[in-house]
């Protein structure tokens, strides 16, 4: 296959599948839907993934990634890739992958037994503030609940190299806000809804500060709120559903303007 050719965006139609995979595709595909909503999006470029559980792939580390190519708003559930952590195409797919989003997201899957999904984004908030001398600064609302969750890594260049991996995890070490400097955002979870709820609440904080420095001098939040705010903020924690309400009424505004996700 031409790796230049532009797919078909209902080029695989899946036989038969494990049930718990089906269910990983169509929420990952609504989840494509709902970054395109909200203008998280790069061109055909960015990813998220999530893993598959031991029921489907046996204990091996498998999990899903757009087809390169495509926007956001043409991911469907049957046109997801199914690859394993050397970028091989286990589910038939004629769909190229992006070399850029593989190594990074198979790193994380593979290096941190929780990350269940990744998220990376190029807003152009989380841009700015991933190139800001200083980066993310303890000044508003939604900083204060991310006190002590953010990483930094620095820039690489395309992250196409594979030697990158272990260096970017020692960068992450358990923190699931991840800033990568010069270039954007990620975040991973337990789960699809908490990756999820982090990039939101991550992406937001880069808003308000890129709103707020244009303004002039922030108000800094004292660190004893800060990390009251983080206590208190129930979005990412699992007792309280760690962002599934959320999750499930973006879905719910997805629905209503197009279903073509479950295909």
Partial sequence: MNPLAT????????????????????????????????????????????RLPDSVTGGEKQFLINPFGLHYSEVTASNLVKIDLQGRVLDGSTHAVNPAGFTVHA????????????????????????????????????TAQLHGMVAYHDFEGITIHADEGPRLLASIGERQAVIL???????????????????????????????????GAPIPVPQA??????????????AHGAGQDVFDALVRQVDRIDTSYKN
Wanted: with cysteine; glycine share 6%.
């Fill in 7 to 50: 797919p078909s965006p209902s080029a695989l139609v899946h036989p038969a599948i494990h049930p718990d995979e089906h269910a990983a595709r169509l929420q990952l595909a609504a989840c494509y839907r709902v970054f395109a909503m909200l203008g998280w999006t790069e061109m055909i470029y960015n990813h998220i993934t999530v």
């Fill in 107 to 142: 790193a994380i899957h593979d290096g941190l037994p929780e990350a269940h999904c990744v998220m990376h984004v190029h807003t152009t908030a989380g841009v700015a503030v991933a190139c800001l001398q200083g980066g993310l600064q303890q000044t508003n609302f939604y």
């Fill in 225 to 238: 709120i800060a990390e009251r705010c983080t206590r208190d903020a129930l979005q990412f924690n699992p």
């Fill in 181 to 215: 400097r010069n270039h954007g955002l990620l975040t991973w979870g337990q789960t699809l809804p908490q990756t999820f709820a982090i990039l939101w609440t991550l992406q937001r904080a880069c808003e308000i500060q890129l709103a707020t420095l244009s303004m």
